[in-house]
Nanobody, 120 residues
Framework: QVQLVESGGGLVQAGGSLRLSCAAS????????MGWFRQAPGKERELVAW????????YYADSVKGRVTISRDNAKNTVYLQMNSLGPEDTAVYYC?????????????WGQGTQVTVSS
């Protein structure tokens, strides 16, 4: 069972930046695809970004492309989400996710979430 613990959320003004971190308990962290989802009140959950096990491949939702960077440090069992030029539309709970499969990803492991609030 992979345990994921997010940190780094908080309140930021529009135009600001935040870096979210997610620490994983799994010793084989380097074998997992890692990602971030977000969910705003009254909206569907959205896959924001993912990164392959060694970082060679990444994906970004159109809504964040160019403003967000996902990265990972396998030596520290940690994945990061650097978010810049934040706007009120980025306000959401952000969840770290993990999947041992690269293909047919279903994200079976989720963290508890961290709140990001962007004030206008």
């Amino acid at each position: 069972q992979v345990q994921l613990v997010e940190s780094g959320g908080g309140l930021v003004q529009a135009g600001g930046s935040l870096r979210l971190s997610c620490a994983a308990s799994e010793r084989t962290f380097g074998n997992y695809v890692m990602g971030w989802f977000r969910q705003a009140p009254g909206k569907e959950r959205e896959l924001v970004a993912w990164i392959s096990s060694r970082g060679a491949s990444t994906y970004y939702a159109d809504s964040v492309k160019g403003r967000v960077t996902i990265s990972r440090d396998n030596a520290k069992n940690t994945v990061y989400l650097q978010m810049n030029s934040l706007g009120p539309e980025d306000t959401a709970v952000y969840y770290c996710v993990a999947d041992p499969q690269y293909h047919d990803r279903r994200w079976p492991y989720w963290g508890q979430g961290t709140q990001v609030t962007v004030s206008s």
